[in-house]
């Protein structure tokens, strides 16, 4: 079974400078998916960023990049340039080769103006 | 494209009743998942349709039914409703390897 672990509940960062979501993962498949997303209070979960597995280089979407580690199964969010609308739950999920999503618990990001 | 589109987006009801949920997919999306999304968790996977037939189911009861049809559109039936099922309920709509989601309908259960 997959699992997605993240481990910081809350975080926060001021304006305008960078912070890192870490999150881990655990599954014996060896082709699959990563990604981060992001849900405001509106509740609308939006895709931030993926990451293929099998591709050695980070993803990169304009502020946000990740900093993915096969070996040791982790895939952190770095947000640069932080901005008040990055405020938001951040869900780290893993998508198997039967297209099934698994969710981390999220963390709760706020941007501090 | 309106993205995906879920309705309705509130829903009050009392224990033992029974709900249906309606999701229409992303245009070109064939494959439509649902997921339980309790307050301050992450979303839990119910099931995923493709083809008008269940694919994937997660850890949910049978009391959890649900229909794809031929449009790709879809519905989530919960039956016997309990506190427990109060929750934020998410449709996605996927075309490997692309899943977005819904505004989700909250419901809740008295």
């Known amino acids: 079974a997959q699992t997605v672990t993240q481990s910081q509940p809350e975080m926060s960062v001021q304006e305008a400078e960078t912070v890192t979501l870490s999150c881990t993962y655990d599954?014996?498949?060896?082709?699959?998916?990563l990604f981060w997303y992001k849900q405001p209070p509106s509740r609308q979960m939006i895709l931030v960023i993926r990451?293929?597995?099998?591709?050695?280089q980070n993803a990169t979407e304009n502020r946000f990049s990740v900093n993915f580690q096969k070996a040791a199964k982790s895939f952190s969010l770095k947000i640069s340039d932080s901005q008040l609308g990055d405020t938001a739950m951040y869900f780290c999920?893993?998508?198997?080769?039967?297209?099934?999503?698994?969710f981390g618990t999220g963390t709760s990001l706020t941007v501090i103006p | 494209d309106a993205g995906v589109t879920q309705s309705p987006t509130h829903l009050i009801k009392t224990r033992g009743q029974q709900v249906t949920l309606r999701c229409s997919p992303k245009?070109?999306?064939?494959?439509v998942s649902w997921y339980q999304q309790a307050l301050g968790q992450g979303p839990q996977f119910i099931f995923q349709?493709?083809?008008?037939?269940?694919?994937q189911r997660g850890n949910f009861p049978d009391r959890f039914s649900g229909h794809q049809f031929p449009n790709y559109s879809s519905e989530l039936n919960v039956n016997a409703l309990l506190l427990g099922d109060s929750a934020l309920y998410l449709c996605?709509?996927?075309?490997?390897?692309?899943?977005?989601f819904g505004p989700g309908t909250r419901l809740t259960v008295l």
């Open positions: 349709y493709y083809e008008e037939e269940e694919r």
């Open positions: 245009s070109g999306h064939d494959t």
């Open positions: 990451q293929e597995a099998y591709k050695q």
């Open positions: 996605a709509s996927s075309h490997y390897p692309e899943q977005f």
């Open positions: 999920a893993f998508m198997n080769t039967g297209n099934q999503f698994y």
């Open positions: 599954t014996s498949e060896n082709n699959y998916y």
